[in-house]
């Protein structure tokens, strides 16, 4: 099958590389055009694992091309697939100037039948404003092609994006023709071989499905995180809180880890649309809105700590961070809970010296150089002279620890764990100040 891919970002990235190396024949389209360049010359603009060697050999065998020619995109396949970024707008709704362009762009190219696919994240009623977009291109052009819109919402997660688009649980496709249904078919058989994973659904229900996903996952977030701050104020521990409610299989292990919030290019982003998206149709939607503004909260809670530690006073302290990426096993720093915290270190006249396994160089673009910032080759580096050490993401190279060695190369025998990686008894003992999440000690 011939499939056109617009936006080479994680998740069109991950869905091109994936089609091709099951068969299909792909063309990724992006406006970016040094992000086109790089790819192809083999370089992996974003880091996620496994993809290297998926682009590469696919690049070889002739079946994943790129290009920024619109026409060419176009022309190529009988699916369209949408998957650029939908950002928030500054009132919390998606932004939907790329996807209502990409839309224009197949409207003023196309010269047989279309389907075009949204896999973006993008609000219930969209696909109509996808279908209005390119029929008006095509008015304007004096031409009447026919095509249709499909809403296939996309729900890998970074970090682990090539087995969950390969693995996933389900594939949703919101469409009411019969034509769709077949080329879709198609298009996913290869991963509709273990079992039937395709959902059909009508396209409004297939858009708030993805939303619905991320706000419940979310919920759980914040729910956890909430339980945690009670605990540290009640004296009790979240992680044997969290033991004891996860082996509930109605409630489960997954998802319920307390931290410093969640952040990441779609929770913070999608919870707010969909908040966003009920205010529209009148409706106040009070769950969402607490999980939103819980999180908020919970990511300035490591300064809280941090500045405590110091009677609210981090002027000239040196900070040592670990971990900058809003998860682990990715360069992604999207709103990430590091971003909050280095923020205020530096509001408050502190400074920070950070290492991450695979976000520096995404560090750096964002932040350039400054005084207040050292980005450093490794988590050793990072601790040597600083006044006290916060941890920001749970990657496993922070997993184990020589405290005693901490604690002599700490100016400041203090550790603020965003994650709550280790036992706050073998911290204890080392002689160290340990402050995690809901975990009975607070400040
Ligand atoms: P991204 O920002 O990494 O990539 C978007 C890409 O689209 C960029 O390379 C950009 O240059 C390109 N682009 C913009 N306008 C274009 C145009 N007119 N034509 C062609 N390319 C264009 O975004 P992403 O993280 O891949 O997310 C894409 C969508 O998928 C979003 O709606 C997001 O919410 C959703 N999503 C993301 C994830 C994730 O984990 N990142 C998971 C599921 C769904």
Redesign the pocket.
């Given at each position: 099958m011939k499939i056109t891919i617009?936006?080479?970002?994680?998740?069109?990235l991950v869905t091109g590389t994936c089609l091709a190396d099951v068969g299909h024949d792909v063309l990724c389209?992006?406006?970016?055009a040094d992000?086109i360049a790089r790819l192809r010359d083999g370089e992996i603009p974003i880091y996620e694992p496994g993809i290297e060697s998926m682009v590469k050999s696919n690049v070889a065998n002739g079946r994943l091309q790129f290009t920024t020619d619109p026409a060419e995109a176009v022309a190529f396949g009988t699916l369209q697939f949408i998957?650029?970024?939908?950002p928030p707008d500054e009132d919390g709704s998606a932004d939907l100037q790329?996807v209502l362009?990409?839309a224009d762009?197949i409207g003023r190219h196309m010269n047989e039948y279309k389907v075009v696919v949204d896999?973006?994240?993008?609000p219930v009623g969209t696909a109509d404003r996808v279908h209005a977009a390119v029929a008006n291109a095509l008015e304007a052009r004096g031409e009447t092609i026919d095509f249709d819109v499909c809403s296939n919402p996309?729900?890998?997660?970074?970090g682990a994006a090539i087995e969950d688009f390969t693995y996933g649980a389900r594939i949703v496709v919101g469409t009411d023709s019969e034509r769709v249904k077949e080329l879709m078919r198609e298009c996913y058989s290869p991963y509709n071989r273990l079992h039937e994973k395709l959902m059909y659904m009508d396209v409004r229900s297939a858009e708030l499905t993805k939303y619905a996903a991320n706000a419940m996952l979310a919920t759980k977030i914040s729910f956890m995180n909430e339980i945690a701050n009670l605990a540290e104020r009640l004296g009790a521990d979240v992680e044997q809180v969290r033991h004891g409610i996860g082996s509930d299989p109605r409630i489960g292990y997954q998802f319920i880890y307390p931290g410093c919030g969640y952040g990441?290019?779609?929770f913070p982003?999608?919870v707010q649309a969909l908040a966003r998206s009920a205010a529209d149709v009148d409706y106040q939607a009070e769950l969402l809105n607490a999980v939103e503004s819980v999180n908020r909260r919970q990511k300035k809670n490591l300064f809280t700590k941090l500045s405590q530690v110091f009677d609210g006073d981090l002027t000239g302290k040196t900070i040592a961070l670990w971990g900058l990426s809003f998860k682990p096993n990715t360069d992604d720093m999207r709103d990430a809970p590091s971003r909050t915290l280095m923020e205020a270190v530096w509001n408050a006249g502190g400074r920070v010296q950070a290492f991450d396994p695979q976000a520096m160089k995404e560090c750096r673009r964002i932040y350039g150089e400054r005084d207040d910032l050292t980005l450093v080759a490794d988590r050793i580096q990072a601790v040597k002279g600083a006044d006290a050490l916060v941890i920001c993401t749970e990657w496993k190279d922070f997993r184990t620890v020589d405290f005693e060695w901490l604690k002599s190369n700490l100016a400041t025998p203090v550790i603020v764990d965003g994650r709550n990686l280790y036992d706050p008894q073998t911290v204890k003992r080392a002689g160290l100040l340990y402050y995690a999440m809901g975990r009975g000690d607070s400040l």
């Amino acid at each position: 099958m011939k499939i056109t891919i617009f936006g080479t970002g994680y998740v069109g990235l991950v869905t091109g590389t994936c089609l091709a190396d099951v068969g299909h024949d792909v063309l990724c389209m992006d406006v970016d055009a040094d992000k086109i360049a790089r790819l192809r010359d083999g370089e992996i603009p974003i880091y996620e694992p496994g993809i290297e060697s998926m682009v590469k050999s696919n690049v070889a065998n002739g079946r994943l091309q790129f290009t920024t020619d619109p026409a060419e995109a176009v022309a190529f396949g009988t699916l369209q697939f949408i998957a650029v970024g939908t950002p928030p707008d500054e009132d919390g709704s998606a932004d939907l100037q790329y996807v209502l362009a990409v839309a224009d762009t197949i409207g003023r190219h196309m010269n047989e039948y279309k389907v075009v696919v949204d896999k973006s994240t993008v609000p219930v009623g969209t696909a109509d404003r996808v279908h209005a977009a390119v029929a008006n291109a095509l008015e304007a052009r004096g031409e009447t092609i026919d095509f249709d819109v499909c809403s296939n919402p996309e729900f890998l997660k970074e970090g682990a994006a090539i087995e969950d688009f390969t693995y996933g649980a389900r594939i949703v496709v919101g469409t009411d023709s019969e034509r769709v249904k077949e080329l879709m078919r198609e298009c996913y058989s290869p991963y509709n071989r273990l079992h039937e994973k395709l959902m059909y659904m009508d396209v409004r229900s297939a858009e708030l499905t993805k939303y619905a996903a991320n706000a419940m996952l979310a919920t759980k977030i914040s729910f956890m995180n909430e339980i945690a701050n009670l605990a540290e104020r009640l004296g009790a521990d979240v992680e044997q809180v969290r033991h004891g409610i996860g082996s509930d299989p109605r409630i489960g292990y997954q998802f319920i880890y307390p931290g410093c919030g969640y952040g990441g290019s779609c929770f913070p982003k999608d919870v707010q649309a969909l908040a966003r998206s009920a205010a529209d149709v009148d409706y106040q939607a009070e769950l969402l809105n607490a999980v939103e503004s819980v999180n908020r909260r919970q990511k300035k809670n490591l300064f809280t700590k941090l500045s405590q530690v110091f009677d609210g006073d981090l002027t000239g302290k040196t900070i040592a961070l670990w971990g900058l990426s809003f998860k682990p096993n990715t360069d992604d720093m999207r709103d990430a809970p590091s971003r909050t915290l280095m923020e205020a270190v530096w509001n408050a006249g502190g400074r920070v010296q950070a290492f991450d396994p695979q976000a520096m160089k995404e560090c750096r673009r964002i932040y350039g150089e400054r005084d207040d910032l050292t980005l450093v080759a490794d988590r050793i580096q990072a601790v040597k002279g600083a006044d006290a050490l916060v941890i920001c993401t749970e990657w496993k190279d922070f997993r184990t620890v020589d405290f005693e060695w901490l604690k002599s190369n700490l100016a400041t025998p203090v550790i603020v764990d965003g994650r709550n990686l280790y036992d706050p008894q073998t911290v204890k003992r080392a002689g160290l100040l340990y402050y995690a999440m809901g975990r009975g000690d607070s400040l």
